[in-house]
């Protein structure tokens, strides 16, 4: 189980919007669209923000999307916030017998 | 609402076995899901640990699966980790979660387990 590659950091004004990619391989997110994205403010739990590739929880605003192409899954944040500064992690199911590999995470700072 | 909350040392000796708890409320165990265990050392990202339905069945990570152990106790609800041979590489909050198929939701607070002698 290899860690799905994430970029180290993003950055954004105030009302822009960003993406944050999430390479996996052919055996994981090429092969499953079970793919989801956690936000994690310092010091607390990580929260479910997307689910299944593109799925918001209850609650979560629409400003967070999610997309999948090949082995790629992707995480946009529309109209950012300060209250969006975060790390965000994704993760991809890895296929019977186990459940989760995750992205190094990815550390998000508005400007 | 569905809570998880973990217990257990924060503090474990070198070669022991870490041994944590995660008391679930709000939903019972046995109606269904995956429970699971997620570990994040200081400064560093998540890895998952392993996950375990009510009924026994138990996923481990491959890389950690030799010195782990996931059990369940439905009559109080909660779940278990042990993780044997600990090494300073163990520090890390530990996290538990309910498990649906890789959808973590929700997580507990975590508990901060430190391995030194």
């Known amino acids: 189980q290899s860690a799905l590659t994430q970029p180290a950091s993003v950055s954004g004004s105030p009302g822009q919007s960003i993406t944050i990619s999430c390479t996996g391989t052919s055996s994981d997110i090429g092969s499953y669209n079970l793919v989801s994205w956690y936000q994690q403010h310092p010091g607390k739990a990580p929260k479910l923000i997307i689910y299944?590739?593109?799925k918001r929880p209850s609650g979560v605003s629409n400003r967070f999307s999610g997309s999948k192409s090949g082995n790629t899954a992707s995480l946009t944040i529309s109209g950012l916030q300060a209250e969006d500064e975060a790390d965000y992690y994704c993760c991809s199911y890895t296929g019977t017998g186990t459940s989760c590999v995750f992205g190094g995470g990815t550390k998000l700072t508005v400007l | 609402q569905v809570q998880l909350q973990e217990s257990g040392p924060g503090l474990v000796k070198p070669s022991e076995t870490l041994s944590l708890t995660c008391a679930v409320s709000g939903y019972s165990i046995s109606s269904g899901y995956y429970w699971g265990w997620i570990r994040q050392p200081p400064g560093k990202g998540l890895e998952w640990i392993g996950s375990?339905?009510?009924?026994?069945?138990?996923y481990y990570n491959p890389s950690l699966k030799s010195r782990v152990t996931i059990s369940v106790d439905t009559s109080k609800n909660q779940f278990s980790l042990k993780l044997s041979s600990v090494t300073a590489a163990d520090t890390a909050v530990y996290f538990c979660?309910?498990?649906?198929?890789?959808?973590?939701?929700?997580w507990g607070q975590g508990i901060l387990v430190t391995v030194s002698s």
């Open positions: 299944e590739v593109n």
């Open positions: 375990m339905y009510h009924s026994g069945t138990t």
């Open positions: 979660a309910r498990d649906a198929t890789s959808r973590f939701d929700p």
